[in-house]
């Protein structure tokens, strides 16, 4: 089973997250329910990968279906790294040069809090420019395949070999490549450090963006303080509208057309409810509940509805503060390290550290995680957050 | 409020079974998520449109041409139980 | 107390599209082996994104156009949870919230007069795979070839009163599908959801209203109805038993509906967005072209058929199929005369078709071979029935009208040159029928012209020989 994801082919460049496709390996999305899964077709982003000349190391694990904190409760296999997989996987191999870079789904900030603590980028690209065929769905409104490397550089030229329109996907914006170069000098940029993230987070995370505000000072640009309300509404609506999308797409799984089927029972309601409580983890199980619950007829309109309008009161909150500054400074997350844990406390622990990534989730907007942090961009802004981090790259190696 | 029956609505509709410590546990996510939803409840949002899509996209079709990559053999590789033709399941009481 | 029964009805439409609504797949159900019309994405297997078919949107604004509906502006698909082993992903893409068509209206005539029956909505939706039962192996078989093949749903008001009335409906919907090319209505390819309650004649309360789900055949829908509302009535009036709010089946071979006790009535399917499925805007231009390009109806077509000359019986022929009067008015712009083209294809087609088993909306002919044929046979090429023979083989083999022609030595048959010399050489070989004829005994020309016919193997004009004949036999007198 650990064979399934640690071994990486020799030469290889691009680690890529279970939760994407990649023909030839079993992917199972970290998740029993998915065993023995053979895809049919690989994802977009991995075939734009290949044909830009990258070749395909291997797949890493993630936590079942990308739902949990870092990716420690994998049915992939354990996760490489001394830390019992509480650093990520896909940031490890990049941090250790093992890889030199990776293509990770962020479905609830999970990449972004995994290269923050591992001292790697990751971007989360604007919604809709890097295709989602062939990721294995589970937010469908708010999921990115998104890039992790070291480097703002490699970020930069991985995702430009991903992003562009696929009409595979009816999502995807019509423009048929990104030019990630930004034209816009670091030294006429506005940043605006967000108050309630920050000062939500534990001292060692806030700790780490007053380092970086400074460093951004020193490289010239006009650093200040902004407010953003919405942010703990914004956290609660992605989470009801995430575990809402994903209880509908998990509601594929059940035992009859592929993947893991119960050998225990004797007709078609005991195949289900036998292979789904088998196949699932709780973690996984939680989210379907209550993502059910928010969609059902007695609260749908308190639930999800409500989810859905806070989504544009977020999304214009959000805008106002573009009109002044070319980019929001926060925590990725709210701790520098974390404590293993038992599955039953997971679903509150990821709603606690989705404060500080839901966001963009929620907006589509762009974030770049660098230097331990996220810089939060107006959408299609990205190549904007990859000079800041370029940037800061430069400042920290001076 | 969620409640122990509720729950085992819930369970049934989404065709899952937990153990009676899950339960526990899940009811007690469910208050958790009541209180965050009691503040959702708190923000006005009078006169605000849904936002399902957060790009300003429409009219995304596709032609009526067929296509017909995939063969069966293979769709029907990775089934648990299938026939030459078919995926196959316990008999449905009709 | 005279009792009415209050019936609503839910039609299901399969419409005809050369794929699915949602991938490439092909589009229709009834054709081809066990999921050999399936992709990754209609087996249920993550990954794919639905992009939807244009020519579904267009086919359902066009049916929206034919029952007076508004058609909306703003449009948007929605996704329905439950499971069911026909359901390959566990839930359904449909619209609920913002619909396609709303506010139309139809008229229905029965024996007792013309009414008319509201439209509440029409939307579009994917449907659901086969089951099929197999007693050997006490397993079900699952066929996803049906699986995302494009519906449109048309929500009656409850409007109607009779069975007579939802027949004169669904018999007028099909008229209509059939003829705008939007659905072919074959057998399977519409299926209805009744709604029946019954309540006391004048009174605007309604009673308890149960629903029969999934019937396709017109005589189980309408003894279905039949049997339901005599069910309600002995309820009401005489309390055989209480009625409950409830879904029921129809039972064909008893005659009778039946409750159908499983948690599908208690389901709740969390209708909700489909974040992956843009919002369709229908914008003036495009409901313009739409309806520019709805294909005439039955009464335009009476219309123009009569202006050409057609009878009454040839144009109700012509009109019962969509595809009569496509090849009719292709024939008519390649030059053909209309009252020939309307003989070719009702009584030449329609004979072939016949013999065969067939009927005329199974015709299936390229109009240019059609008109190549008429051209022969009318340039006296070729007689009618080797224009028959011809028909048939273009029709059954695949045959190229000239190609087969010639490969049959039926050309030469209507060539009166070739005729002259048959003629010719009948004549010279029997000198003693010749002498008979021109002393006097007309009789001895049915043996030439029996002649003649034979050394033409029964292929030629017989007009054509008897008048060759007179010539030659006078330029011998």
Known sequence: MGQFVTEIRPGGAIAVDDTIQVKGYETKAGSRILEGFQPLFGAEAVERLEKAGYEIAGKTAVGEFGLDLLGEFSHSGATLGASGGLRGAAAELAAAGTVKGAL????????????????????????????????????CSGEQIGVMAKSAGDMRGLLEAVAGHDPKDGTSLPTESYDYADGKAV??????????????????????????????????????????????????????????????????????????????????????????????????????????????KGRYFACYDKALKVRRLVWEQSKALFENYDALLCPACGKTEYQPYDIKEAFGAVFAESFYTAIPNLTGFPSVVCGGVQLIGDALQDGRLLNLAEALEGGAAK | MMTAEGLSALEALNELRLTPDEKMETLSIFRRMESYEAALQEIPTDNVEVMVHVMPLANVLRDDVQAQPFTRESLLEGAPEHTEDSWQVPRLVK | MRYEAVIGLETHVELA??????????????????????????????????????????????????????????????????????????????????????????????????????????????????????????????????????????????????????????????????????????????????????????????????????????????RAIQYETARHLDAVERGTETLVQETRRWDDVKGR???????????????????????????????????????????????????????????????????????FDALISSGREPKEAASWILTECGGILRKHGQVMGELDIAPEKLSRIMEKVSGNEINRAAGRKVLEAVLYEGADPDEYCEAHDLSAQGDADAVRQVVLKVLDNTPAAVRDYLGGKKKAFQALFGGCMKELKGNGDPQVIRALLEEELAKRS
Request: proline fraction near 4%.
């Open chain 1, 104 to 139: 990770c789904a962020d479905l609830n900030g999970a990449p972004r809090r995994a290269a923050a603590l591992s001292g790697v980028g990751f971007v989360k690209p604007t919604y809709g420019t890097v295709s989602r065929y062939g990721l294995i769905p589970c937010a």
């Open chain 1, 187 to 296: 030294s006429e940029m506005r940043v605006g450090v967000v108050k309630e993230l920050t000062d939500a987070a534990s001292d060692g995370a806030r700790a780490k963006v007053q380092a970086q505000a400074d460093a951004l000072r020193g490289l010239g640009v006009a650093v200040g303080e902004v407010s953003l309300p919405l942010a703990d509404a914004a956290r609660t609506a992605w989470n009801i509208l995430l575990c809402a999308e994903t209880c509908n797409n998990l509601s594929r799984y059940d035992g009859v057309k592929f993947g893991y089927r119960s050998p225990d029972y004797r007709n078609i309601d005991e195949l289900y409810v036998n292979s789904r409580t088998e196949g699932f983890n709780f973690l996984t199980k939680a989210v379907i509940l209550y993502g059910s619950d928010v969609l059902s």
């Open chain 3, 17 to 222: 599209t050369k794929s699915k609504i949602f991938c490439s797949c092909g589009g229709h159900s009834a054709k081809g082996e066990p999921n050999t019309r399936v992709c990754p994405a209609c087996a249920g297997m993550p990954g794919m994104l639905p992009v939807t078919n244009k020519r579904v949107v267009e086919l359902a604004m066009r049916a929206g156009l034919l029952l007076n509906c508004q058609i909306s502006r703003y449009t948007t698909f929605d996704k329905k949870s439950y499971y069911y082993p026909d359901l390959p992903c566990s839930y359904q893409i449909t619209q609920w919230f913002h619909p396609i068509c709303r506010e139309g209206s139809v008229e229905v005539t029965t024996k007792d007069g013309a009414r008319t029956i509201g439209i509440k909505q029409i939307h579009m939706e994917e449907d659901a795979g086969k089951l099929v039962h197999d007693d050997w192996t006490e397993t079900t078989l699952v066929d996803f070839n049906r699986t995302s093949v494009p519906l449109i749903e048309i929500v009656s008001k409850p409007d109607f009163r009779t069975a007579d009335e939802v027949m004169a409906y669904l018999e007028k919907l099909k008229t209509m599908f059939r003829f705008a090319n939007i659905s072919e209505c074959e057998e399977g390819a519409m299926r209805c959801d009744v709604n029946i309650s019954i309540r006391p004649e004048g009174s605007e309360e309604l009673g308890v209203r149960t629903e029969i789900k999934n019937m396709s055949s017109l005589s189980s829908i309408r």
């Open chain 3, 257 to 327: 509906t039946f409750s159908m006790r499983n948690k599908e009535t208690a389901a709740d399917y969390r209708y909700f967005p489909d974040p992956n499925l843009m919002p369709i805007l229908i914008g003036d231009d495009w409901l313009r072209r739409v309806k520019d390009e709805m294909p005439a109806s039955v009464e335009e077509k009476t219309a123009e058929y009569q202006s050409k000359g057609l009878s009454a019986k040839e144009i109700a022929s012509l009109t019962a199929e969509r595809v009569l009067c496509d090849l």
